[in-house]
């Protein structure tokens, strides 16, 4: 069965088991991407946010988090 969201102006449509392609609708344009490369696109980008957020911290506070 596929599953719709809506993100903004972006559709998002997707197998309910999260296999095979996503579909991407933004107005007129449609893209299919496999769940795979968008799998990889979501990680890299939360791998960088924490990166980000990790690069911005005070040694005291990767210390307290370490601990």
Not at 3 to 23: A, C, L, M, P, Q
Not at 45 to 61: I, Y
Request: no cysteine.
């Amino acid at each position: 069965m596929m599953i719709s969201r809506k993100i903004g102006h972006v559709t998002f449509h997707h197998d309910d088991e999260f296999k095979g392609e996503v579909i991407i609708e933004k107005g007129d344009v449609r893209l299919s991407v496999s769940m795979d490369a968008m799998r990889a696109i979501v990680a890299e980008g939360v791998r960088f946010d924490l990166a980000s957020h990790v690069a911005k911290m005070k040694p005291a506070d990767l210390l307290r988090r370490i601990a």
